[in-house]
């Protein structure tokens, strides 16, 4: 599958098919994986959802800076055979054609080079650029209209504040509900397996208090939040509601650092 931008090229996604960035200057007829994902201004979609239009991320050769660039158009190639090139923490799949940034050491004293290589021209010990880290980013706009007492089977409400955009306390209180966390829309609730005394339970707590406000309720091993507003808000966000369901939604990644540093930490 070959996206036609003005450019091709490849460097490594992150993680295992997690982000390629383009770099705008030649044009390359080959291909990656149907499985790979492409990191655009909207967050991580899948090579095969982007269209004529989207603005995906790219690397300029001359600033080594990333940008954002317009893609002009999308192709199949049809079926050809795939590699993996992997190193230490990234992997990606392309055919042999398809090229990579190459760091090229030309010796001590001596200024080294980025050159272009293609899978069948690389081998064993090539060092391949891949991204550091994305600066910049944008808090995410949150859509979500609350149920209101007297609406349709809501007679009680346990009344919370709904924020509008991330903020690096809700990252931090959404990575905690990832890593232990659920959502039970029937019945209105989200809890989380926290025991009592942990450092775990008292940073929830106190993030609550300070994003939603409402009344909490905990015994031995759990927090609870009896609150139907609660549960489809996070709901909302794209996380996944059981505990063996749980995702991570593309607008995380567009996210500021800081938004994104928090949200691992409550992971943690």
């Not at 990234?90 to 990579?100: D, E, G, Q, Y």
């Not at 924020?163 to 829309?185: A, F, Q």
Request: include cysteine; glycine fraction near 10%.
């Amino acid at each position: 599958y070959d996206i036609g931008l003005q450019a091709l090229s490849g460097v490594m996604e992150r993680g295992h098919n997690l982000l390629y960035v383009c770099y705008d200057n030649q044009a390359y007829m080959n291909c990656l994986s149907t499985s790979s994902l492409i990191m655009t201004k909207d967050g991580l979609k899948k090579i095969t959802e982007i269209e004529e239009g989207d603005e995906i991320y790219a690397f300029d050769q001359k600033t080594y800076q990333l940008v954002l660039k317009k893609c002009s158009g999308v192709f199949d190639n049809g079926t050809k055979d795939v590699y993996e090139l992997t190193t230490l923490h990234h992997s990606i799949k392309a055919t042999a054609n398809h090229p990579f940034l190459v760091l090229e050491r030309n010796g001590r004293g001596k200024e080294n080079n980025l050159v272009w290589k293609t899978i069948s021209e690389m081998k064993t010990g090539d060092e391949v650029v891949v991204l550091k880290s994305l600066n910049g980013g944008e808090s995410f706009k949150l859509e979500f209209n609350g149920v209101k007492k007297g609406d349709y089977k809501v007679n009680r409400l346990n009344e919370i504040n709904l924020p509008e955009h991330s903020s690096p306390d809700l990252m931090k209180y959404l990575g905690i509900y990832v890593g232990d966390g659920w959502t039970r829309n029937g019945k209105g609730e989200v809890g989380f397996a926290l025991p009592q005394d942990s450092e775990a339970r008292e940073t929830l707590v106190n993030l609550h208090s300070e994003i939603f406000g409402g009344k909490i309720r905990t015994d031995e091993l759990y927090v609870y939040v009896n609150s139907v507003n609660l549960a489809r808000f996070i709901d909302s966000l794209g996380f996944g509601a059981g505990a063996k369901n749980k995702t991570i939604p593309s607008w995380v990644f567009t996210l500021p650092k800081k938004e994104k540093e928090n949200f691992v930490q409550g992971l943690m």
